[in-house]
Each structure stands twice: as C-alpha cells, then as structure tokens.
C-alpha cells in the first residue's frame, strides 16, 4: 500500500446486495487512482466502534446503508445541517483529524437523476406529490423543498406519520391520506414514488394516472425492477418518466470527491455497468 493509497466503503447490515462498489470503482478506474471501495457487513449493535475504527484502519470514509442510516447521527462529530433535517447520513468522510463529518447525499442523488432524466424540468413549473414517508420519502421532499417546488403534497397510508414528518421538516406540506391518491395528482408536475410498492417481489402500487396531466414527470425510486408497472404505465400515456438508478448514481458522487479528490461524472458506460448488475441479486 503506498501514501496515495485511498481507501472508502459501503457499510449495512446486510450489505452483499450493494451495487455502490461497481461505480466507485469504475470511477477509481476511469481515474487511474490508487484505491479501492470495499463493503463492509456491520451489525447494528458495532456501528459505533466500526465507524471509530475508519481512521485507525486507513479509510477516507464510506457509505451507509440500512439499517445504519439514523442511528449513525449518535456517532459522529460533524453532521451537515440537511442530513440533520432529514435526520439521516449516507455519507462519511473522516477529517484530517480523525474525526468524522455526516452529510446525506440522497436529496442530492435525487435532484440530479431528475434533471438528467427529464431535462428542462424546473421546480417551479408547477406542484409535486410525493407517495410515502420513510427514510428516501424525507430526502426527497428535502430536495424539493430546496428546490423550491411551491406546493408538495404527501401522500401516505399512515396519515399520521406523514404529518409528523411534514413538521419535523419544518415546511408547509399538504399531507393527504392513501384514498385520495388517485385524485392527489390533478395538476401536478412531478409524481415520485418513494415506497416499495412496484419493486420486485413487492405488493403492486394501485395507482390511476388518469387524473396526472400529460406534461407532468413520474419518478420511481425504485430501481429493481428499472423499469417498474408505474413507469411503464406513465410512459404509455405519454408522460415522461425517470427510474431510479440514476438517483444511486449521482448520490455516489459527493462522497467519491471527498474521499478521492476528484468530481466525477455518470457516464452512458457507467450506467450499462450498474444496469448489468441488476441482473443479478
């Protein structure tokens, strides 16, 4: 190992279903640099001393991803003011001085993949419903609020914890309960679904689209399938859809950067390696 050796990870618990290594290291690739991006499998129960030990064991940083998300908050340092609104870190970057600094690139990876997948789509153009109110539910509103989008509306089967979520945030959303989804997208501009529902070996998401203008852009996070019944619904009437690949991709990038010192960029050829490794479990 030589002193330009970098060395980043993924940890969760489990964690060998992660397709975060295939791009870092494509990117490490692409770069010609002298690194590597390792998963780690962490119990909840050792999260704290295995994010202790990333300075004692060279890593510039890593990754999280469930179960570690929120209960990391306990165990750092620093945390960035949005990952502290959202109340959830997906990204660790061990300072110069061994401490460690929690941001969350999610909301990030989300308002990326959108403007990529549908370009010219502006925050203003008009309201978004966003279905669900767990962990990504809480990015994604972030970065719509940041945005600017004038007017969210949530959309979940528990009420309650909507609006829970709505105050914790801090920002005047229109929560609305499950019943009236289908009605909830009468003039808006972006739908994104954040729940599980359509993802392979999921329950189906019963949604009419009926009501969504043609204009509007439909958004799956889920990215197993790519291409999921709600995508294909909104792509044979004409709406323009964007999956949820590219929101895993572009959430990668700020932590590359600061582990690695180089902004990297989501390439086609980058895109065909993770779509590549959909095929597998």
């Avoid at 990754?63 to 165990?75: V, W």
Wanted: one cysteine or more; charged letters at 15%; aromatic letters at 6%.
């Amino acid at each position: 190992m030589t002193d330009s050796y970098r060395l980043a990870a993924v940890m969760g618990w489990p964690v060998a279903h992660s397709r975060s290594p295939v791009m870092h290291r494509y990117w490490l690739e692409r770069h010609g640099l002298d690194g590597d991006y390792v998963k780690l499998a962490v119990p909840p129960d050792r999260l704290g001393p295995a994010l202790r030990g990333l300075a004692n064991l060279g890593f510039a940083g890593c990754n999280l991803t469930i179960p570690h998300k929120e209960t990391a908050l306990a165990f750092l340092d620093e945390v960035d003011p949005q990952a502290r609104a959202i109340g959830a870190v997906n990204t660790i970057t061990v300072l110069p001085d061994g401490k460690l600094h929690g941001a969350n690139s999610d909301a990030f990876g989300f308002i990326a993949n959108l403007k990529a997948g549908a370009p010219g789509w502006t925050a203003a153009s008009g309201p978004a419903v966003v279905l669900g109110s767990g962990g990504a539910s809480r990015a994604v509103l972030a970065a719509l609020l940041q945005a600017g989008v004038p007017e969210i509306r949530i959309v979940n089967r528990t009420q309650d914890r909507a609006a829970a979520l709505a105050k914790q945030l801090g920002a005047d959303l229109k929560v609305l309960p499950w019943e009236q989804r289908n009605t909830a997208l009468a003039g808006a501009n972006l739908l994104v679904n954040t729940t599980s529902l359509g993802m392979t070996g999921a329950p189906a998401l019963d949604l009419s689209l009926d009501a969504l203008p043609a204009a509007a852009v439909v958004n799956d996070i889920v990215y197993v399938p790519l291409e999921t019944p709600l995508l294909a619904a909104a792509r044979r009437r004409g709406n323009r859809v964007v999956d949820g690949l590219g929101m895993l991709i572009h959430q990668g990038r700020p932590g590359f950067a600061a582990w690695f010192g180089i902004e990297p960029e989501v390439t086609p050829e980058l895109r065909a390696r993770m779509v590549a490794t959909l095929a597998t479990p």
